[in-house]
């Protein structure tokens, strides 16, 4: 299992805009057509990663929790799936509905989404505010498989709350770690 971190996309960056097909309901959706009032969280995941299935359900409760607030959440799949079938949007599909996805499960076919997002690992988790301007990026929480720690979704739920309470979102953030981007050969 290789640890790779998330390279930290610089605070205050515009969410790059993107219009991918959606795994689940097979719809073209965009950033623009999906972002919340309050705030939007992207969230690059994939099927086969044991960092992901580690903290799945810990992701549908806070997006459950969250999304009656104004908060939108956004999960991307940019894996090589010729490299990685168990990530086709075939099984991205089953994995949506096997986890009870409240979001959309995205498929970034060419790469490019990850690219702009400079996503390194699933998962990577990003925070941007109601216009869209990126102010948390980095781990859920300080669980990983095999540490003992619980998934509580504790550093992404701050980050949450501070925008809730108008508040500014905590610095330093924890980079994530996970599995690496499984990128294809150009």
């Not at 969280?41 to 104004?70: L, Q, T, W």
């Not at 948390?136 to 701050?158: A, F, H, K, M």
């Not at 905590?170 to 770690?177: A, D, L, R, V, W």
Request: proline share 6%.
């Amino acid at each position: 299992m290789s640890k790779t971190a998330s390279n930290m996309l610089p605070l205050g960056t515009k969410a790059p805009n993107f219009r991918l097909v959606d795994a689940i309901s097979n719809r073209m959706m965009s950033l623009e057509d999906l972002k919340g009032e309050k705030g939007t969280v992207v969230m690059f995941i994939c099927n086969h990663c044991p960092f992901v299935k580690h903290i799945n359900d810990e992701i549908v409760r806070i997006a459950n929790d969250y999304r009656v607030s104004g908060f939108s959440f956004i999960a991307i799949m940019s894996n090589n799936v010729e490299e990685y079938p168990d990530d086709h949007p075939d099984h991205m599909w089953k994995s949506a509905r096997k986890n009870h996805y409240p979001f959309p499960y995205l498929y970034d076919q060419t790469q490019e989404v990850a690219k702009a997002y400079d996503a390194a690992c699933t998962p990577d988790f990003y925070l941007f505010d109601a216009e869209l301007i990126l102010i948390y990026r980095g781990q859920l929480d300080d669980s990983r498989p095999g540490n003992g720690i619980p998934v509580n979704g504790r550093d992404l739920r701050e980050a949450l709350d501070a925008v809730l309470g108008n508040r500014k979102v905590y610095e330093p953030q924890k980079p994530s770690i996970g599995c690496n981007i499984k990128w294809k050969n150009n």
